[in-house]
């Protein structure tokens, strides 16, 4: 399996949908550097695809850092432009790797919302609250 450049997975079914949640991050000093949490749904044989992706990597060109840009869901829909979303939210957690199961649990806590939007069954509006 591929860990897309992480050092760390962790993969876990989501219950009653058929997706699972993927958890990639880097340590060092004992902290989390850097994290994507993805909601994955089955492609083809043992290949799983991105619907719905957080992610934290402040150094990189083009990543993201959540505690200046705030936090948002990159939704990639199956038959219409890639969007972020915007949940409404409390403040967010100094330690990054309590942001990342926060992040992972929304995920796993609003799967099937997320599934509908990547598939337009439902619009990209009033995403439910994070936290």
């Avoid at 100094?94 to 799967?111: I, P």
Wanted: net charge negative; charged share 25%; aromatic share 10%.
């Amino acid at each position: 399996m591929s860990r897309g450049g992480y050092e760390n997975v962790h993969i876990k079914g989501v219950p009653g949908t058929g997706f699972r949640r993927v958890s990639r991050f880097d340590t060092g000093s004992g902290e989390v550097t850097r994290f994507a949490a993805q909601l994955q749904k089955p492609r083809e044989l043992e290949e799983y695809e991105t619907i719905a992706q957080f992610d934290y990597d402040p150094i990189s060109p083009g990543g993201h850092d959540v505690y200046s840009e705030g936090i948002h869901i990159d939704v990639y829909r199956r038959n219409a432009t890639d969007i972020k979303l915007w949940p409404s939210h409390t403040g967010l957690p100094d330690s990054r790797g309590k942001l990342l199961r926060w992040c992972s649990e929304y995920l796993e806590e609003n799967a099937k919302w997320l599934g509908s939007v990547h598939l337009g069954v439902k619009e990209p509006t009033d995403p439910p609250r994070y936290p």
